[in-house]
C-alpha cells in the first residue's frame, strides 16, 4: 500500500513564495508519474503539473513559468516549487502518483494553499 503525505503549505501574500513536498511511503515502482492537483472551493479538481520518472514535466498553462516541478527518487518524493503567486492560485493542492504499468493511482489527502491580496 503507497500513501502520500503533503506539506509545505500556509498563508502568503500575493507574489510570495511556497514550497510543497509529498513524501511516498511504500513502493512507487520505477515506471510512474508523479504530479500536483489543486481544487479551489467549488471548482473541480485540475492539473498542475507532472513529472515523469524519465525527467520530462508537464504544466498547466496558468503556472508555467512560475512554478517548478520535481523529484528525489532516493527519497520518494516530489516538489513543487511555486513562485510569483496569485490570489488565484489559493486551493487545496494534492499530490499523486501513477504507476504506468498497471495504471494504479494513489492520491494523498492535501495542503491548503492560501494566497491574500
Known amino acids: 500500500q503507497v500513501q502520500l503525505v503533503e506539506s509545505g503549505g500556509g498563508l502568503v501574500q500575493a507574489g510570495g513564495?511556497?514550497?510543497?513536498?509529498?513524501?511516498?511511503?511504500?513502493?512507487?515502482?520505477?515506471?510512474?508519474?508523479?504530479?500536483w492537483y489543486r481544487q479551489a472551493p467549488g471548482k473541480q479538481r485540475e492539473l498542475v503539473a507532472t513529472i515523469h520518472s524519465g525527467g520530462n514535466t508537464n504544466y498547466a498553462d496558468s503556472v508555467k513559468g512560475r512554478f517548478t516541478i520535481s523529484r528525489d527518487n532516493a527519497k520518494n518524493t516530489v516538489y513543487l516549487q511555486m513562485i510569483s503567486l496569485k490570489p488565484e492560485d489559493t486551493a487545496v493542492y494534492y499530490c499523486n502518483?501513477?504507476?504506468?504499468?498497471?495504471?494504479?493511482?494513489?492520491?494523498?489527502q492535501g495542503t491548503q494553499v492560501t494566497v491574500s491580496s
Open 97 to 108: 502518483v501513477k504507476r504506468l504499468f498497471t495504471g494504479t493511482v494513489w492520491w494523498g
Open 17 to 35: 513564495s511556497l514550497r510543497l513536498s509529498c513524501a511516498a511511503s511504500g513502493s512507487i515502482f520505477s515506471n510512474n508519474v508523479m504530479g
